[in-house]
């Protein structure tokens, strides 16, 4: 048994150390341009914009739509790495060696999820940073932040790992974040805050999941929730990780979409 735990152990080491090598070796590419990005965000909706807008939910528009940036980053990042990496690996037919191999279908999924959750992490971080150089940020909640950011990296990564595993080619892993993933976030309280909307469509956008993810952090940074309840935004979030974990599991056991 013990034996057992030591060989799961270091293949979990070894997946997760090749994943976040993977995207640190080539920093440039992976760290740098969304961060990039953002700065023009800030600059182009913060400062210009901003300006003419005003205060949003009782705070400077900049200030508002720091944390909104910061979670659409980390989204974009944890799902593009793994959803490329899985899909790579699939591609080059090599994922078929893990499949064989005796390592559980838990530690590759925790391999490359975590991988994925590390970029997204990373990013978010250097984007606050960012952010920081703009306005005045204060932590309102620690733990509300950390636990909104993590289980935002973590839903994604999984995400994009089902997604990897449904891809036949390389276009097929760039639909759903273009097509899904990109109007979910601007439409899910990014900019604007949902009581600004009339009716239906303050409604219809509680039936946006990133809506609690990006509210939850930003209530975690300013303390403001937007008209989304906190507590069940965690709720939602978690249900939703064990569903994606349970999906991916039952994909990798009964083999949906690796085996030709």
């Known amino acids: 048994m013990a034996s057992e735990w030591k060989y799961q152990a270091v293949a979990f080491n070894t997946i997760f150390v090749r994943e976040v090598r993977r995207f640190t070796r080539i920093w440039p590419q992976t760290l740098l341009p969304p961060v990039i990005t953002m700065a023009l965000y800030f600059i182009i909706f913060g400062t210009v914009i901003g300006s003419r ?7 400077g528009y900049m200030t508002f739509v720091v944390p909104g940036l910061a979670m659409m980053s980390v989204i974009t990042n944890s799902f593009t790495n793994v959803v490329s990496s899985f899909f790579s690996s699939k591609f080059q037919r090599s994922v078929e060696e893990l499949l064989v191999s005796p390592v559980s279908n838990s530690i590759i999924l925790m391999g490359y999820v975590l991988g994925g959750t590390v970029r997204g992490l990373l990013v978010g971080i250097l984007v ?3 952010g920081a150089f703009f306005v005045d940020l204060q932590i309102y909640s620690v733990p509300i932040t950390l636990l909104a950011v993590f289980m935002t990296a973590v839903l994604f990564a999984l995400g994009g790992f089902i997604n990897a595993i449904f891809a036949r080619k390389f276009d097929d892993i760039s639909i759903i974040p273009t097509f899904v993933l990109m109007p979910m976030t601007y439409l899910g309280g990014v900019f604007y805050s949902i009581e600004l909307l009339p009716e239906p469509w303050r409604s219809l956008s509680m039936l946006n999941p990133i809506l609690y993810q ?9 303390g403001e929730d937007g008209g989304v309840n906190v507590t069940m935004a965690f709720v939602v979030m978690g249900l939703a990780i064990a569903l994606f974990t349970v999906f991916a599991l039952w994909l990798l056991r009964t083999g949906k979409g690796l085996r030709s």
Do not use: H, K, P
């Open 53 to 59: 807008i005003g205060e949003m939910a009782g705070f």
């Open 214 to 222: 990006v509210n939850a952090f930003r209530y975690g940074i300013l």
């Open 128 to 130: 606050m940073m960012m």
